[in-house]
Structure formats: structure tokens, C-alpha cells
């Protein structure tokens, strides 16, 4: 059982739509992270939310912390090609030790 | 801007065969992770680092081994692979703190036949 639970596994959208991907634990943490993968590449930080209930906007992308600090969720909005990726939700347990969901597919079509 | 360099990019080991996988950081961090990321499964922690001397097991260790040789390096050894280890690898570092980036190497692609 992982730490974090991201779902859907996989989200494939036409051009224009919108899509939200969740992360939930049953754990609370300090701050949580969004990172996005390209193939061939490695992860890269897209945000990090630390208080409860925080909504942080990245141009077409919002991020929310839970109220409770357990749970956070992107939404994208009028979704290009060019958002198609691995979206990861990450988490600390504890100060050091940095943890990953499964990961979210996201393949926006033309 | 070398940033997180991983060596190498790509593997093929056979079956009991032994190997490291090397990782090194200039940005001066404290923590460096090693992780495998199969399909469907994401990142699972490998082994960390929280500071130079120390190591702890993550959510995957059997089969590893690590050592953070100084405050840059930090190598992953597989002392005898197995198929069950072909996987897709990435070294990461961070600041210290609960809020930090994690900064990702390429990757490095290990085939075990």
C-alpha cells in the first residue's frame, strides 16, 4: 500500500477539456508536491502547497491543499498537448525521507 | 548547471551479475535519494540520505546497497541482479527541509537478463 494514492491512473482528454487529478493519504503532512515527468527525463517540481486548504495557480494549472492536510488535487484547465505527462503527487513523512504516489498518465489529443 | 549526473544511462547486466550506479550532485545539498520507477508504480524509495554518514532503507531496499561516499556522491550497488531488478533508476537531492525540491538525474535504464 502506497502513501500516497493518486488517482485516476490514467486520463486521456481532447484539446480544450478540463482534468483533475487527486492525491490522498490517510496521513497528514507538512506541505505536499506536485511534480510533472517527460519521457526519457526525470520528475520536475511544479509546486509545493503548505497550509491547509492553500489554492496556488500556475498559469492554467491549479493546485489545492486539503483543510485537513491529508489530500491535494491539480486541476488543469483548457488543456493542451503540451500538458500531456506524468503528473506525481510527493510527500514527506518525516523531514528527510521524500515519497511518491503512483502517478497520474495524462495524454492531452489535438 | 550539471545539477544531478547519473552514470551510466544504460545497462544490460545478466542474472547475478554485479554493478554500481553512480550519482553525483554540485548544488551543495544535504539529502540524496535513489529510486526505481516501473510502470504503473511510480517513484518507490530505494535507499536515502538524509546527510553525509547516514543512510536509511526506503520502501524497496532488499537487494541494495548504498553508500554516501562524501557530501556530493551518492552510489547504488546491485551485488547480485535479478530480473525483478530491470527497472528504470533515479538519483534525486534535496535541501534539507519539509518543503524543498527534489532535483532528479536522467536516469539510468537497467535491463537484467
Known amino acids: 500500500t502506497q502513501l500516497l494514492e493518486q488517482s485516476p491512473q490514467f486520463l486521456s482528454i481532447q484539446e480544450g477539456e478540463n482534468l483533475t487529478v487527486y492525491c490522498n493519504s490517510s496521513s497528514v503532512f507538512s506541505s505536499l508536491q506536485w511534480y510533472r515527468q517527460e519521457p526519457g527525463e526525470g520528475p520536475v517540481l511544479l509546486v509545493t502547497?503548505?497550509?491547509?486548504?492553500e489554492v496556488k495557480k500556475l498559469k492554467r494549472l491549479t493546485f489545492q491543499f486539503g483543510d485537513a492536510r491529508k489530500d491535494s488535487s491539480l486541476h488543469i484547465t483548457a488543456a493542451q498537448p503540451g500538458d500531456t505527462g506524468l503528473y506525481l503527487c510527493a510527500g514527506r513523512p518525516n523531514d528527510y525521507k521524500l515519497s511518491f504516489g503512483a502517478g497520474t498518465t495524462v495524454t492531452v489529443r489535438a | 548547471n550539471a545539477g544531478v549526473t547519473q552514470t551510466p544511462k544504460f545497462q544490460v547486466l545478466k542474472t547475478g551479475q554485479s554493478m554500481t550506479l553512480q550519482c553525483a550532485q554540485d548544488m551543495n545539498h544535504n539529502s540524496m535519494y535513489w529510486y526505481r520507477q516501473d510502470p504503473g508504480m511510480g517513484l518507490r524509495l530505494i535507499y536515502y540520505?538524509?546527510?553525509?554518514?547516514?543512510?536509511d532503507k526506503g520502501e524497496v531496499p532488499n537487494g541494495y546497497n548504498v553508500s554516501r561516499l562524501n557530501k556530493r556522491e551518492f552510489s547504488l550497488r546491485l551485488e547480485s541482479a535479478a530480473p525483478s531488478q530491470t527497472s528504470v533508476y533515479f538519483c534525486?537531492?534535496?535541501?534539507?527541509?519539509?518543503?524543498?525540491?527534489?532535483?532528479f538525474g536522467q536516469g539510468t535504464r537497467l535491463t537484467v537478463v
Open positions: 534525486a537531492s534535496t535541501l534539507t527541509g519539509a518543503d524543498t525540491e527534489a532535483f
Open positions: 502547497v503548505v497550509t491547509g486548504g
Open positions: 540520505s538524509a546527510s553525509e554518514g547516514t543512510t
